[in-house]
């Protein structure tokens, strides 16, 4: 249905983006939108081509338009015509050279002035570099408009599956759950009671992490939960599922990746938020070591002693197995970073947040580059952020204090060595948890090809933002630029003072150019959480 409502010329802006969308034809965009809405006069270099440019306004978008004129033009066969195609398409100069004068004989012959052919054919050759066939087009415009409309009515089972297909790379399952943060969708850690094997969506509309994402979980045990689910309902509580499950399938390792991965964490009688819940599984219980082991031996007994009674001559007496419930011990909840840190060793990415989710703007405008690509700038001065992920204070055999350092961003990690004056200066800012903003210069190791970080400057990430930055703009598209988006804009304003410049500039891409503007009475918090409230109006937000 929702394809039969698609109108032709809609479909056909699709086509014409896919192909126009390549380092050729990208520079031909903003005269084919001007032409499309009537802005600027749609012109030919020979009246002869707008047979088969008149559906693109006169912008040569696709291979097949070039093949055909090239026969209508210059007097080609299909032939050559496919092989002109071929040979632009790979660049093959001495072809091509061959074929131009071929073009320029057979359009000259039919009256053609060859000033405009020498035109035509420059265009082509800078056009075709890049050029997409008309056909692949319309098949990735095609799937591309379903694919939209799933993301636009059914948001959450569509990022679901995608996300789902997308759960053996890391990289790609980091960048679509940013996606589905941008889009307001909630996403949230595995569950025993509502998570499936992959991604899937509770009825809230909620995306659930699936448990055959796990690590150390395996695939008897995940069906094992989930048939058992299915076949008797939710889990009251955790001495509930232990009653319940298979604990062939459900080991004491499984049980710890479960617990690690936060699949327990709404699940009574936990108490104490995320890290309550699952540091109370570590915590040692009465003789065992651990609260996992206790419930395991809790949930062997009482199956092994409910065979039992049903085995026995009076077993259609007993009601239930009366075997007590494990005492839940008390124990301080873990700290974030531990928390975090577990969840990854498990799940492969931090799931509950980031030690730097609080400092994303200012990691964003004020570094020079993510961790990962620290490499690109050797013997240069650099601006890092990261948290510290290990410590370790030492002492040399001289006497002196020295220590070893990793700190972590959304990208990856760096191990930063301090010795002498440097350890003695910004020892106080390396503690685990520790969030920083460091300034200093990426340079080659003395005596080695291996080139290091060395600190200059040392920050708190959470100070950063009121030494460094003075203004923030909001870049605004005038296409967007409606009443409805002002006063949303002044109501994120007001609601977000602080003692940063508020400052816009109006984007007419069409015409490349821009409109500054400076508030000299409103300033702004400018921080992640105003970044995040400009993304979802589509605004980009700029530090300075």
Not at 11 to 35: K, Q, S, T, V
Not at 114 to 120: F, G, N
Request: aromatic share 10%; glycine share 8%; net charge neutral.
């Amino acid at each position: 249905k929702y394809l039969r409502e698609l109108k032709p010329d809609k479909f056909d802006d699709l086509i014409a983006m896919n192909a126009l969308y390549r380092p050729g034809p990208l520079e031909y965009i903003p005269d084919f939108i001007a032409r499309k809405h009537g802005r600027q006069q749609v012109t030919y270099d020979l009246p002869e081509m707008e047979e088969y440019l008149q559906d693109t306004f006169g912008i040569c978008v696709y291979q097949e338009q070039l093949m055909l004129l090239s026969q209508k033009i210059g007097g080609f066969s299909k032939g050559d015509a496919d092989v002109l195609r071929k040979a632009m398409g790979k660049k093959q100069k001495a072809v091509l050279d061959k074929m131009k004068g071929q073009f320029m004989e057979g359009a000259m012959a039919k009256g053609h002035p060859e000033k405009i052919l020498d035109k035509v054919w420059t265009d082509w050759e800078a056009f075709a570099s890049y050029a997409f066939n008309k056909s692949h087009s319309t098949c990735y415009a095609f799937v591309a408009y379903q694919t939209a409309y799933l993301k636009a009515h059914y948001p959450s089972e569509y990022m679901a599956s995608v996300l789902t297909h997308s759960q053996g790379n890391i990289d790609k399952t980091t960048f679509f759950l940013e996606e589905c943060k941008r889009m307001g969708l909630d996403v949230k850690g595995p569950d025993i009671n509502e998570s499936g094997v992959n991604f899937s969506v509770n009825k809230k509309g909620v995306i659930r992490y699936g448990l055959g994402a796990i690590k150390g979980v395996g695939e008897a045990a995940v069906e094992a939960m989930i048939q058992e689910r299915r076949q008797n309902g939710p889990f009251v509580n955790i001495f509930d599922f232990m009653r319940r499950i298979n604990l062939r399938t459900v080991n004491k390792k499984v049980m710890e990746c479960l617990a690690f991965a936060g699949a327990f964490d709404e699940i009574p009688p936990l108490q104490g938020g995320q890290g309550g819940a699952r540091a109370t599984f570590f915590a040692p219980s009465d003789k065992y070591e651990s609260f996992i082991e206790h419930l395991l031996k809790y949930g062997a007994a009482h199956q092994e002693d409910k065979i039992m009674s049903t085995n026995s001559l009076f077993g259609d007496l007993s009601d239930s197995v009366s075997i007590p419930e494990p005492t839940i011990p008390k124990v301080a909840p873990w700290n974030l970073l531990t928390l975090l840190q577990r969840e990854k060793d498990v799940v492969g990415i931090y799931l509950s947040g980031h030690p730097l989710d609080d400092y994303k703007f200012e990691v964003e405008n004020l570094t020079t580059c993510p961790l990962d690509r620290i490499e690109n700038f050797p013997g240069q001065k650099i601006r890092i952020a990261g948290f510290v992920t290990k410590a370790e204070h030492r002492i040399s055999q001289k006497g002196t204090g020295w220590g070893r350092f990793t700190i972590s961003d959304y990208s990856g990690n760096l191990e930063i060595a301090l010795f002498s004056n440097d350890y003695a200066q910004f020892k106080h800012y390396f503690e685990e948890g520790s969030c920083l903003y460091l300034t200093g210069v990426y340079r080659q190791r003395f005596n080695s090809d291996e080139y290091e970080f060395k600190p200059e400057k040392v920050e708190l990430l959470e100070t950063v933002g009121g030494s460094q930055i003075a203004a923030v703009t909001l870049q605004i598209p005038i296409e967007l630029l409606t009443m409805e988006l002002l006063d949303q804009l002044d109501r994120i304003c007001k609601a977000r003072k602080g003692k940063h410049t508020l400052k816009m500039r109006l984007l007419d891409r069409t015409n490349k150019q821009a409109l500054p503007f400076a508030s000299t009475s409103r300033k702004v918090n400018a921080d992640s959480d105003f970044a995040m409230e400009m993304e979802k109006l589509g605004v980009e937000c700029k530090v300075g």
